[in-house]
Structure formats: C-alpha cells, structure tokens
C-alpha cells in the first residue's frame, strides 16, 4: 500500500479463544478416596479370603503365606499393569469399568472358593496356592490397578510429583492399614466371610458406576451406547450374583474362628456330629453323656477310668471345648467334677449351649481366651486331669505344642495327677514324634495311644499322648482300652516309645515348625 493511502480502520475484534477442555485432574479429595478404597479393598479381600479357603485347606503357616503371597503379586503385577494403560489411554475411561470388573471378580470369588475347595480340600502345597491363588488374584490386581491411574491423572505439575505420588502412596498405605484392623476386630467378628465379600463386592461396584456417572459430567459426553464389552460386563455381574447366592456352603455358623455345623446321626435319633472346618470334631448323644463314639474320646474315658474309680470327683481342665463331649462324660462319671473349659471361640460355646446340650453352671465353668494364657492364670498343683484338645486337623495353634506350653501343664497337675493330649497327624508320623518327644521333655512318665495301622504310619489317625510326674498305671490303662474301646489299640510305652520317637525334634517356643511337620511327603 502507497504510503499516502488513507489507512483503512479494521474492526477490533479480540483474538479466538479455543473452549477450555475438561481438567483431566480429579478433585484431590476424590484422587484420596478412590486410593483409599482400593487399597483397603485388597486386606478386606486378603483376611476374608483366608477365612473362605480355611475349611479346604486349613489355616496353617502354608495357608497364611500363600494368601499374603498371592496378594503380593497381585498388588505387584496390578500396579503395573495399571500404570501401562494408564500411558495408553485416558485413565478417567478406565476408572469405573475396572472398579465394576473388580466388584464382579469379587462377587466371584465365593462361588469359585467353595465349588474348587471341594476338589482341593486337604490338599498339600500346589493345591494351597492354586485356590489361594483363584481367591485373591484378579480382583486384588484390579484394585491395585486403581492407584497408578489415579497418580497419572493428579501428575498435572511435574514440580509437585515427588508430593503427589508421596501423599497418594501414603493413603493408599493408611486405607491397607485401616481395613486390616477393621477387618481384623471388626467385621470378622460381626460378619460371615461370605457376607464381608458379597458387601465388598457391592461396594465396589457402586462405587464404579459413581465414578462413571461422574466422569461423563465432568467431560460433558453424551452416555455411552451400550458395547459388547457392556453386555459382557452385565452378564459376568448377573452370573457371579448368582453364583454367589447358589454356592454351597460348609457352615451352617460362621464363627470368628471356625465354619461350624452340627449334624445328626442317621443311626442315632438323639446323636449330634460337630462339624469345624469340615471335618468331624466331635460327637455327642443328647441322651447319654458317657456314650463315647469316636475312638480318641474312649480311650480319655479309659485314662480317667484309671486315674480315678468311678463316683470319685475330679478337678478338670479341658484345653479346647469343642462339643464338651469329654466334660460332659466326666460329670456324668464322676458327679461333683469341676470342669473347667478354656475355648477361645465364644460362639462355639453358644452352639453348643443351642444344640449340643451344654450346661454351664458350677460343674461345668467356659472361659474364653485362649488356652495358653489361661492356663498361666491357674494356681499350682490345682488340676488332677488335663485334657488337651485343641488340635484339629487342618489347624495346629503351635504355641500349644511347644515344650514351655507342657512345663505349664506339669505346674498345674497335681502330683499323680495326668496330662491326656489328643493329636491328628499323618504318614511319616513327624508331628506326634516331636509333640511326645516335647511332653517327654517335661513329664518323667510318657506313653502313647493310637490303632496299630496307625503306630505304622499306615493312615492318617488320632494319638493320645498319657504324661505324669508320677509312675502310670499301664497294666490297668492297658486293660481298660481292652475293655471300652470298639477296635484294636496299641498302648506304647518304655522303650517301645523311645524306639518309636527315635531322635525327634523337641517344640520350643524358639523353634516349633508345626506346619512343616505336618505336611505330606
């Protein structure tokens, strides 16, 4: 243009504003909260689920190390797998699709727990970590997926990373503490497992949907048409709902402690079986007390037969209430006998107060804790029979085994009085070798009742470990199994027993690898 040419005004018209986008950061109270949950959704699933495989595969060390095993690769290999889609794609789409398959895989877990329990019960190792490993693994690699996406969305300023990823880690750590001591003092003692898991699992999906509807506001996006991966999703939910309320289930109560039920016998109208983490526990006859029908309780019977004549009044301390069935013979046997029962499950004692005929009141006093520190509560040479059992077969509380456990035991028997522990093991036979190597340690006198096959290492079997301070009367014991009991028994003693322990190791409280030794070759 001439620089003499009148200059032309232009309209002033202010520069093109491009419409703000949608901060991709969520609310920091929002970031917490989701971080919090998942979190702590991975302990409740992790206690819970060792309640859920405790009656197929016991709760032992190897059960306990599996589960938080299990739960540790899952965290692991879920932290990862969530930071990697959270580069690939937005991670405010992911949130509530993975939160809903979390609460699907959850709901999940019952009916897969207790349909594959059954083909896996009593199983060794491989068998421990592979329905361990179809309780825990999905769903707590799908929460712990949660996090990392969280991170990449609050990450908007990379001054402030260090303070990001460190407070979000540390809410994440306090919500994994939190629902451990929740779960721990809580719910567990105020749920079934079945009902913490089924809760979990709705909380969670809830949250998902939450988590959606808010995200499609914040994008201002138009709801979604349904997908196949919807339907699929909607299906996956409908069926473990549905799964969850058809599984079976070996409980008829869930305590803090055991999956108790009590069945009748078939044989025997007023015959009652206590079923405790599916195995038989023990039997009692709501008409007769003295009836002893499983092979362990008569040869107690035979044991306090000896020590004392029938009509002659006992102090007894049971280690483990169980039915009451051997409190209940002894004060039928001996009117006038205080028993008194250590039981550190307190439902266990109401059902047997419901169902099982248990009558509290001054022959008969329930206290409940546990056993070992009760017994340290017990005055000197205060007890003429103790009757330990405590220990089933799929759960050994070790800190009964051990050799500090019987110097207890010896201080609380009367001289001449008798120590009678029942104990389950199985071929090789390490675990009753070491517990009458430990007993022996502390009672001068030892001898040990148990079938032949049994003795052989030929089956699975009970053993009544017999201890004194004082000479046994063997010859008399001997004869009173021949007489009460049903089968053949064998009672070792001398240098028998010595020959059959050999150089077993002795249980301290230092060193006592109970679940080692119980398990299978």
Wanted: glycine share 8%.
């Amino acid at each position: 243009m001439d620089a003499s040419s009148p200059r032309v005004a232009e309209p002033d018209t202010p520069p093109q504003e491009s419409a703000p986008g949608p901060d991709p950061a969520l609310p920091p109270g929002l970031a917490a909260a989701l971080v919090f949950l998942s979190s702590g959704a991975v302990l409740v699933l992790e206690t819970a689920s060792l309640r859920l495989v405790g009656p197929y595969v016991g709760v032992t060390l190897q059960v306990t190390s599996s589960v938080i095993g299990v739960a540790l690769a899952a965290i692991a290999y879920g932290a990862w797998a969530g930071g990697r889609l959270a580069d690939r794609r937005d991670p405010r789409t992911l949130l509530a699709p993975v939160l809903v398959l979390a609460a699907i895989t959850t709901a999940l877990t019952l009916p897969i727990v207790r349909y594959v329990g059954e083909a896996l019960r009593g199983s060794a190792a491989v068998g421990i970590l592979l329905l361990t490993a179809l309780a825990i693994f999905l769903p707590a690699a799908l929460l712990s997926a949660i996090t990392p996406m969280v991170v990449k969305l609050q990450l908007g300023d990379l001054r402030r990373t260090g303070q990001v990823v460190g407070r979000l880690s540390s809410i994440g750590t306090l919500g994994g503490i939190t629902a451990t001591l929740v779960t721990g003092f809580v719910l567990v003692a105020a749920l079934p497992s079945s009902a913490i898991i089924v809760s979990l699992a709705a909380l969670l999906g809830l949250t998902g949907l939450a988590v959606g509807g808010y995200v499609r506001r914040r994008t201002r996006a138009a709801p979604p048409r349904p997908s196949r991966a919807t339907a699929a999703l909607a299906v996956l939910g409908l069926a473990g709902a549905t799964l969850s309320v058809v599984a079976p289930t070996p409980c008829d109560v869930e305590t803090a402690y055991h999956c108790a039920s009590v069945e009748p016998d078939p044989t025997n109208a007023t015959g009652r079986l206590l079923v405790l983490n599916s195995a038989w526990h023990s039997y009692v006859d709501l008409a007769d007390p003295t009836h002893l029908e499983f092979a362990y309780t008569q040869w107690l019977g035979a044991v306090a037969d000896v020590l004392a004549p029938a009509g002659r009044a006992l102090e007894a301390v049971h280690l483990g209430g169980g039915g009451f069935t051997m409190p209940r013979y002894l004060t039928a046997t001996r009117p006038g006998t205080r028993n008194e029962v250590y039981e550190i499950d307190g439902e266990l004692v109401e059902l047997g107060r419901r169902e099982l005929d248990v009558r509290l009141g001054p022959e008969l006093r329930a206290r409940i804790g546990d056993a070992r520190m009760l017994i340290g509560e017990r005055p000197d040479r205060s007890a003429d029979l103790v009757i330990g059992d405590a220990f089933g077969h799929l759960v050994v509380p070790w800190h009964l085994a051990t050799r500090e456990m019987a110097a207890e035991i010896r201080r609380v028997v009367r001289p001449g009085g008798i120590y009678a522990q029942n104990v389950i093991d199985h071929p090789p036979l390490r675990f009753i070798r070491a517990e009458v190597a430990t007993v022996a340690a502390e009672f001068p006198h030892v001898a040990l009742i148990a079938s032949p096959a049994a003795i052989a290492g030929e089956q699975k079997a009970n053993f009544v470990i017999v201890a004194s301070d004082a000479p046994l009367p063997l010859e008399a014991l001997r004869q009173r199994l021949d007489t009460t009991a049903r089968e053949p028994v064998t009672l070792l003693s001398g240098a028998d027993l010595d020959d059959f322990v050999d150089d077993a190791l002795v249980l301290t409280d230092e060193y006592a690898p109970v679940d080692q030794l119980l398990a299978a070759d």
